[in-house]
């Protein structure tokens, strides 16, 4: 078969690529030929009425209620730069990713693809994907309006004259445990939601938002990260000799602690103060400069993949905040701390250590730090049953 992804826009940001760089794969070794649909622009411009709006918006709060951090045109902006802070990422997709870029989900035909698979990621977020009800798949329905998917369209209740294809949405969420969106929309993603052919979610949360608020059944699956093991990343992405040895024994990684922080705080600098003292091990950072923030160019280029992937490989601790550090955490045996980020999300960290066995890992300002010993070999145990109970899922409705 012929099989698009609909995923988020892939930008900077490690988990995000690897996960769609993984359920590509991962279907094509089911026999299957994969493209990932991408838009043109890594964070889409407001069109018509909903540009002007937003035009508006900015500039009274920067030039009435003096705001001074906001950016009227902060969108073009951040596409302007990413060929520059995202150049090891354009090159990565280039070389090990097969993206089909258009300017409008208007351009893909009725006849282009046999099924189309949504996920992973928080891709059913109404905070995070501007075009949402794409990843719905309103696009595939003749009724459902040709719009920008940021909103429900009016023509859309009939819902006839949809597309012979597939429709699978695989380890999909909705970031959050308390339900984002407003009614239209619910009743919009109600009635798209109800024509897939297979529902799973990344954890239990997503499933009973969906069983609640959609009306659909669904089950859980692991991230499409979690369906290869370490040693098969090590020589998916060719790191270098030397580099990163998967979770073999004859690799010592140097006594080093990996501080992979998305939202760093003084909470999380004194949890990795304390941590440096309890190991007796100093902490390196991965992220220094926010790519989307503004100053200096150069100084916000981020590191490459590989060199994401083989610095938690090279670690003996990892420290985060980041759902998919603690995937590779995981799949490459480095004892980890997660910080708790609600922000960003905390139901699927919870569901995955739950099912795992890892709940322990959880630190807050005033907790206990893990140390080092994790059972390795029960959540191996684990994770392969759930592997296997998750690849089941895609053989069974990719056929």
């Not at 994907?129 to 429900?152: C, K, M, Q, V």
């Not at 990343?233 to 990684?253: A, E």
């Not at 091990?281 to 490459?304: C, D, H, K, W, Y």
């Not at 997660?338 to 300002?365: A, H, K, M």
Request: overall charge neutral.
């Amino acid at each position: 078969m012929k099989v698009a992804i609909v995923t988020l826009q892939l930008h900077t940001n490690y988990g995000g690529v690897l996960q769609a760089f993984a359920l590509q794969r991962i279907i094509e070794n089911l026999g299957n030929e994969v493209e990932i649909i991408q838009l043109g622009e890594i964070l889409p411009e407001p069109r018509g009425m909903n540009a002007l709006r937003r035009i508006l918006t900015r500039s009274f709060r920067k030039y009435v209620l003096g705001q001074r951090g906001v950016e009227i045109f902060r969108e073009r902006r951040i596409n302007g730069e990413f060929p520059i802070v995202g150049v090891e990422f354009v090159r990565f997709f280039r070389e090990y990713m097969n993206i089909r870029h258009v300017s409008s989900f208007n351009e893909i035909g009725s006849d282009d693809y046999d099924a189309f698979v949504v996920g992973s990621d928080q891709v059913w977020r109404p905070e995070y994907n501007p075009n949402l009800l794409h990843s719905y798949l309103d696009f595939t329905w003749a009724d459902a309006g040709r719009h920008d998917g940021s909103a429900p369209a009016e023509a859309a209740d009939g819902m006839s004259g949809g597309w012979n294809v597939r429709r699978l949405a695989y380890a999909v969420s909705f970031g959050s445990d308390v339900w984002e969106y407003p009614k239209a929309l619910t009743r919009r993603a109600r009635r798209l939601a109800a024509r897939f052919d297979a529902l799973s979610f990344r954890e239990l949360s997503g499933v009973e938002n969906a069983g609640k608020h959609l009306g659909v059944s669904s089950e859980t699956v692991l991230d499409p990260a979690m369906l290869f093991d370490a040693d098969e990343y090590v020589g998916l992405i060719r790191l270098r000799k030397g580099q990163c040895r998967g979770r073999r024994k004859d690799f010592s990684p140097p006594l080093e602690i990996l501080e992979y922080i998305l939202d760093r705080t003084a909470d999380t600098e004194a949890l990795v103060t304390r941590l440096e003292g309890q190991l007796a091990m100093p902490a390196r950072r991965f992220l220094t400069a926010n790519p989307r923030g503004r100053g200096e160019i150069s100084l916000r280029v981020q590191p490459s993949v590989e060199s994401w992937i083989s610095g938690i490989c090279g670690a003996s601790y990892v420290i985060t905040d980041s759902f998919h550090a603690c995937v590779f955490s995981i799949l490459f045996h480095r004892p980890f701390a997660v910080v708790g980020n609600r922000g960003r999300g905390l139901s699927r960290i919870e569901w995955l250590l739950g099912q795992l066995g890892l709940e322990s890992r959880f630190v807050g300002n005033g907790d206990s730090l893990p140390g080092q010993d994790m059972g390795w070999d029960d959540v191996d145990a684990r994770l392969d049953r759930l592997r296997s109970e998750s690849m089941d899922f895609l053989k069974k409705n990719l056929k």
